[in-house]
Every structure is written in C-alpha cells, then in structure tokens.
C-alpha cells in the first residue's frame, strides 16, 4: 500500500489489472484473514488522477491480454489528445469491452435458445444446468476468444465461472451447481425451445430438399410464364 499511496497521486492514469487488483477477488472473498480488497476500494470510487481519470479495472481472472493492452492504447491516445475521456461503467470497466453478457457472444447460446442443455462436459450444448453464469457475466471472452482469437470459457467447453465480476467469487460459488437464476430461465427456453426446435426441424427438412423442377428432361416445370414478358414462344 506504500507504494499505491505514493504513486497514485502522482500519475497519469491509475489501471487495475485482473479481478484480484480490481475488486479484491479471492483474496478478498468471505473468511480471509488478510483485509485485501481491490484499488477502488482502497483508493475510493471516486478517486480522481492529477488528469482527472477515474480509475480504470480491467478484471478477469486472469485478464484477458488483448483487452489490458486495447485498455492502455486507448489512454496513451487519450495522453496524445487523439481520444476522449475513456468511457467506464459503474465498476469502471471500459464499456466497449465490458458491456456485453458472456452469454450475447456465445458459441452456445443457439442450444440455449432451442432449451438444448448439455447434462455432462465435453457435450457442445448449452451449458447452464452445469453450472454456466454466462447469461449474467459481462465479459467480451466469448467473442474475442483468448489466444489470438481462439477459446473463451464456454465456447470451448468451460463454464463461465464470473470471474470478471465484483461479486466473484463468493456470489457465484459452489462452482458447477447450476445458477439459481438459471433453473428458471432454462425451464422457460426448455418449454419455448422445444417448440420452436420442432418446428425448425420440420423447415429444415423441408429447406434441405430441391425444389421439385430440377429434372431431367425437355419439359420444363419451373412455373415459368412466357407471356409475362410480354412475348411467346408458340409459333
Ligand atoms: S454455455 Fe453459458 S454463455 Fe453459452 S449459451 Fe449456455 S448459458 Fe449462455
């Protein structure tokens, strides 16, 4: 905290990087014995730099490298005068990364949507009922994967356990039960979706079938009409 408590106020911008230096994470989940907590915490929410910056948390256990390093670029063009004053939400996440669920980018979310649940790993259904916050979680990891675009949790094979979340980790555990939250959703898209999935595979069946002019022979059955283009071919 020395540290922090000399160089705060004295730099440029002040960035929180990973669930731990942002929020307190598992350091600072119910039951530690140490008093840890994230910066914000520390320093106050509305600590302001000597730029008038608010603090800014890039959370995510661990972070994801592509969204700390876009976080830093998009300040030193602040720095350069070539942006505006970066925009944070409430937790001071830049919202351009933050502002979507886990579950909006999401491999899986067409299983979801069809009440398709996967009951074990290694299934590539949704995986809500094995314990998947996606739905609630803002985190961008479905869509910009992890290394050099590929993974994110769900999209291959893990749930998301929240861990870019202020409440991580103690809202979300036990880790692997289903989410409260989801039982009920899932029950809803599970009635919903097993009606719509029936009736997509009766026009996907239809849809994976020719149209029934593609024959062989002269006789052309294609409904085409001469006469509409003002012209015959009789005579
Ligand atoms: S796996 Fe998780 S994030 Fe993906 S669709 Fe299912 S609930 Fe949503």
């Known amino acids: ?19 731990c230096a942002t929020y307190g994470g598992i350091h600072a989940m119910q039951g530690n014995p140490t008093g840890a907590m994230g910066l914000a915490d520390y320093l106050g929410w509305n600590f302001r730099t000597k730029t008038n910056l608010p603090i800014v948390n890039v959370p995510g256990c661990p972070v994801q490298p592509d ?12 720095a350069a005068g070539l942006a505006p004053v970066i925009p944070l939400d409430e937790q001071l996440r830049p919202t351009w990364l933050f502002g979507k669920t886990v579950h909006e980018g999401c491999d ?6 069809q009440g398709d649940f996967a009951h074990e790993y290694g299934s590539s259904k949704c995986l809500v009922k094995i314990g998947c916050w996606g739905p609630v979680v803002n985190c961008n990891v479905t869509k910009r994967g992890w290394m050099a675009g590929i993974g994110g949790c769900p999209n291959v094979g893990g749930i ?15 880790f692997m039960d289903e989410p409260p939250g989801g039982s009920i959703s899932s029950v809803a898209s599970g009635i919903y979706g097993r009606v719509i999935r029936n009736l997509r595979r009766i026009t996907n069946h239809s849809v994976n079938q020719e149209p029934k002019w593609r024959h062989p022979g002269s006789r052309l059955t294609t409904g085409y009409h001469p006469h509409t283009y003002g012209f015959s071919t009789s005579g």
């Open 67 to 78: 969204n700390f390093m876009e976080t830093v670029l998009y300040l030193l063009f602040f």
């Open 108 to 113: 899986r979310a067409g299983y979801y949507e």
């Open 160 to 174: 998301c356990i929240a861990c870019t979340m202020p409440g991580f980790p103690d809202k979300f555990m036990p």
């Open 1 to 19: 905290c020395e540290w922090i408590d000399r160089l705060a106020p004295k730099a440029f911008a002040v960035v929180a990087i990973g669930t």
